[in-house]
């Protein structure tokens, strides 16, 4: 019950709420990595190879037959909304005019934890570009697109959660502001700070 309300409040506040990822690799003739260099190489290539692991996930933008070709048959179906369950993690799509709007993303922290996340916020940007990631005021980690979308992520309860949303998700609906909001805040963080991601 305690688990279910937390998932409640969090997708609550990822509706009202509104990455650069910065790679690195050795280029020829550079001097051979120190320890703590080859330490970060190390996570970077760990990063690219959950990359092309993940990058197959669903899009923003596709459609709802995009989708169901590349997962199946969903675990839950709705007219608007699909669930599937793919390599351990629950994925859920909300489409409006049969375009996904709104991704979500759901597993145990042991197989999809914030690096995954910020790979997973990184592979929709739709031509748009992220902000840099903001920690939000109950924990969690924000990035703002600047076409007005956004993405947060959360680890409650032993899971981690990512809900990623296109601005075309807001249009028509009673938080439409939120998009030029989520712009104003992508101008405050793509400036300064690190832009390069976590």
């Known amino acids: 019950m305690k688990q279910k309300m937390v998932r409640t409040l ?8 509104g990455i650069l990822l910065s790679g690195c690799s050795k280029k020829s003739g ?7 260099q080859a330490a970060a190489a190390k996570s970077s290539t760990k990063a690219r190879e959950t990359k092309e692991n993940i990058e197959s996930r669903s899009q923003l933008g596709e459609t709802i037959q995009q989708c169901d070709s590349r997962y199946g048959t969903p675990i839950e179906s709705k007219p608007d909304n699909r669930k599937y369950k793919y390599e351990g993690i629950e994925i859920g799509v909300h489409f409006k005019n049969n375009k996904a709007v709104l991704l979500s993303y759901t597993a145990s922290l042991s197989i999809f934890g914030l690096e995954k996340a910020a790979i997973l916020v990184s592979q929709s940007c739709n031509n748009a570009a992220w902000s840099r990631p903001v920690k939000n005021v109950i924990g969690g980690t924000m990035w703002y697109r600047s076409d007005g979308g ?4 959360m680890e409650p309860a032993g ?6 949303h296109a601005p075309d998700f807001y249009i028509g609906s009673k938080a439409e502001n939120s998009i030029s909001e989520n712009i104003a805040q992508y101008k405050k963080y793509a400036s300064g700070g690190n832009v390069g991601g976590l």
């Open 30 to 36: 550079d001097a051979e990595p120190t320890k703590d």
């Open 150 to 153: 956004f993405a947060s992520y």
């Open 159 to 164: 899971e981690g959660w990512l809900t990623i």
């Open 10 to 17: 969090f997708c609550v506040f990822a509706v009202v709420s």
